[in-house]
């Protein structure tokens, strides 16, 4: 098989992981609380001619099994954050935004995102003026929330021609929204206040450095504001609301963010929403009602895990760097054992069954304490060690303004 290209004709350089460093993409308590303030707790039909791409198990053997095809790869590894589509197989990269902290009057402040939005016609991604958005499943639809959240309507936004094809009002304002597994309905939840505000009268501490003479402080701090949720139905507008109050506990402070959003389990049935006293998921019905599931050992594991499109199999955690290597976990989706160790710092998405979408450092850079985040998206497979560069660097800070998260949606 021949070197693969991307899309744009632009070769794809399969490269072997090296990197001895023990640090990793997800961020530990201390990075935590540093960047908490920057972060909250989470496109359009592609008409495009891509070629598939084959990640072949490496050993020597040139009769060895290899890895099934990823179809319609399409790789910017020289764009950081990129300007054209980045897809693998089942996702793309629909969105992506950056976090900005906006100054308010008297005192106050807003951790607020910063869109792009894949654009079919410039097949680019473009900047939004949009607050929130998320996109459909098949990618010609996005909800979209504007000004200054939260706010009593929701936008569906048609991803073909930019324009809002209508608007879906309700009484209770609402800070974030997202479709379903099959994109037919909307978790819209509910707050009083800016999810992402920091409030002068919600004061919280941090500590100084005393060798630096830096004295600890009180600055404004996240308020715990949500009120409940919406299910919507997208075809009609039906909108139909449950309480569902946010619980009160002193850890919101700590992870920096007011913004307690609910998702959607995988089967659409469910919906979730983060546990702040302990690693974990609380389930509810779409009433709001609670929902004791069995615990799973991959429960406890953050960011939450992502199944493979068979369900058989989840993202797991960092798993060390294991033979000099920075390497992440696969786990079976039921017993939480550990299936398949693969490069890269944080698993991100699922491009099908045997292949993923990850974060990993830069190899050349990447050192104990130096070099972690200066990482790129990668498509890795379960059996293989080869990686194929998705998109460039990003840069090698973890709390600069421009550092962009994406958004994966299935195409």
């Given at each position: 098989m021949g070197t693969p290209k991307c899309s744009g004709g632009t070769a794809i350089k399969r490269e072997q992981l090296s990197c001895p460093d023990e640090s990793t993409e997800r961020e530990q308590p201390s990075s935590l609380r540093r960047r908490g303030r920057a972060l909250a707790v989470a496109a359009v039909v592609v008409v495009a001619a891509a070629i598939g791409v084959s990640l072949a198990v490496t050993g020597g053997d040139p009769e060895q099994e290899r890895q099934p095809e990823v179809a319609d790869v399409m790789a910017r590894p020289d764009q950081s954050p990129p300007r054209e589509l980045i897809a693998a197989g089942e996702v793309a990269v629909s969105a992506y935004y950056t976090t900005k902290l906006v100054q308010k009057p008297g005192g106050d402040a807003v951790n607020a995102r910063e869109w792009s939005l894949y654009d079919a016609g410039t097949e680019r991604?473009?900047?939004?003026?949009?607050?929130?958005?998320?996109?459909?499943?098949?990618?010609?639809?996005?909800?979209?929330?504007?000004?200054?959240?939260?706010?009593?309507?929701?936008?569906?936004?048609?991803?073909?021609?930019?324009?809002?094809?209508?608007?879906?009002?309700v009484d209770k304002s609402v800070g974030g929204v997202q479709f379903s597994p099959d994109g037919e309905?909307?978790?819209?939840?509910?707050?009083?206040?800016?999810?992402?505000?920091?409030?002068?009268?919600?004061?919280?501490?941090?500590?100084?450095?005393?060798?630096?003479?830096?004295?600890?402080?009180?600055?404004?701090?996240p308020k715990q504001s949500r009120t409940g949720f919406y299910v919507i139905d997208v075809a009609s507008g039906r909108a139909e609301f449950a309480e569902r109050p946010a619980e009160k506990d002193s850890l919101a402070a700590m992870a920096g963010t007011g913004r307690q959003d609910f998702g959607w389990s995988p089967d659409?049935?469910?919906?979730?929403?983060?546990?702040?006293?302990?690693?974990?998921?609380?389930?509810?019905?779409?009433?709001?009602?609670?929902?004791?599931?069995?615990?799973?050992?991959?429960?406890?594991?953050?960011?939450?895990?992502?199944?493979?499109?068979?369900?058989?199999?989840?993202?797991g955690g960092f798993a060390g760097g294991e033979?000099?290597?920075?390497?992440?976990?696969?786990?079976?989706?039921?017993?939480?054992?550990?299936?398949?160790?693969?490069?890269?710092?944080?698993?991100?998405?699922?491009?099908?069954?045997?292949?993923?979408?990850?974060?990993?450092?830069?190899?050349?850079?990447?050192?104990?304490?130096?070099g972690e985040f200066r990482n790129q998206l990668i498509l890795v497979g379960?059996?293989?060690?080869?990686?194929?560069?998705?998109?460039?660097?990003?840069?090698?800070?973890?709390?600069?303004?421009?550092?962009?998260?994406?958004?994966?949606?299935?195409?």
């Open positions: 991604y473009e900047k939004t003026d949009w607050a929130w958005l998320d996109v459909a499943p098949g990618m010609k639809t996005a909800a979209v929330l504007e000004g200054d959240l939260p706010v009593n309507r929701i936008g569906l936004l048609n991803l073909s021609t930019g324009k809002v094809q209508r608007w879906i009002e309905r909307l978790v819209a939840t509910a707050y009083s206040h800016h999810p992402d505000g920091l409030f002068r009268d919600a004061p919280v501490r941090v500590e100084g450095d005393a060798s630096k003479g830096v004295d600890a402080q009180e600055v404004p701090g659409g049935e469910l919906l979730w929403e983060q546990r702040l006293d302990q690693p974990g998921r609380n389930y509810y019905d779409l009433n709001g009602r609670p929902k004791p599931l069995p615990r799973r050992k991959t429960d406890s594991i953050f960011p939450p895990v992502v199944a493979s499109p068979d369900g058989k199999l989840v993202t033979d000099g290597r920075i390497v992440s976990a696969v786990l079976d989706a039921k017993t939480g054992e550990r299936s398949a160790v693969v490069p890269g710092q944080q698993l991100l998405a699922w491009a099908d069954d045997t292949h993923l979408i990850a974060w990993r450092c830069d190899p050349d850079q990447c050192r104990p304490g130096k379960l059996d293989s060690d080869e990686v194929i560069p998705l998109s460039g660097f990003r840069k090698a800070e973890a709390d600069y303004a421009g550092r962009w998260n994406p958004v994966f949606t299935k195409r």
